[in-house]
């Protein structure tokens, strides 16, 4: 069965600085591997995807994340945090022969001005 | 395209009565998802559709839980009775290609 851990429940970085969000995953095949971002009161929101090709995806608001298959990780990385990058991050994991997404617990990013 | 539309945005109810959640999906989007949120449980997807077909209902807890999708562009939720631990943020989400998904802003349901 495919799941998906974040290991960290808060991360805490201060304007400016590089910031990390952790995510392994575990499925039986190739994985689709995703971030969401949530604000306060609001539906989750893409930020990227990784399916196939190049291993370092860029996405939305200046986010990135690496694959790794050999470490089984998809860690979400941004160079410069910015206050209102403040907001709950989930990862998620689709094995390709199935139809749903495993969301992780999510990791809440504290950005500190 | 508006987005994914949920209603109502918020729902206090009384233990025992029955909830309906409403969900307009964007349209051109074949897949349909329900899930909730609470703190406790985090995120768990209820429920989702392909075409307005019912594909996976294994997440839905019990059946006092209900899904219909009778067109491309509306489904509902209802849960009767509702009980006080069904209290959550309720979301719904489309998709094209059930990868990358769009989630509406979310129904915060309250059963006293």
């Known amino acids: 069965a495919q799941s998906v851990a974040q290991p960290e429940d808060q991360v805490n970085v201060a304007e400016g600085n590089p910031l990390t969000v952790k995510c392994t995953y575990s499925v039986s095949g190739n994985p689709y591997l995703f971030w969401y971002v949530q604000y306060p009161n609001r539906g989750l929101q893409f930020l990227l995807k990784y399916i196939t090709g190049d291993n370092l995806v860029k996405g939305s608001y200046g986010f990135e994340a690496e694959f790794n298959k050999s470490q089984t990780s998809f860690h979400l990385k941004k160079p410069s945090a910015l206050v209102s990058d403040s907001a709950l991050y989930f990862c998620a994991v689709r094995d390709p022969g199935f139809q749903k997404l495993v969301f992780g617990t999510g990791t809440r990013l504290l950005v500190s001005p | ?112």
Request: aromatic fraction near 12%; glycine fraction near 6%; charged fraction near 20%.
């Open chain 2, 1 to 112: 395209d508006a987005g994914v539309i949920q209603s109502p945005r918020h729902e206090v109810t009384e233990m025992g009565q029955e909830v309906t959640l409403r969900c307009k999906p964007i349209s051109g989007h074949d897949y349909l998802f329900w899930y909730r949120q609470t703190m406790m449980r985090g995120l768990e997807l209820l429920i989702y559709f392909n075409n307005n077909v019912p594909i996976d209902d294994s997440g839905m807890p019990e059946d006092r839980f209900s899904a219909k999708m009778p067109n491309a562009s509306f489904s509902t939720l209802k849960i009767q009775p509702s009980e006080p631990r069904d209290s959550a943020v309720y979301f719904c989400a489309s998709s094209r290609d059930y990868n990358e998904q769009f989630f509406g802003p979310g129904t915060r349901l309250t059963v006293l």
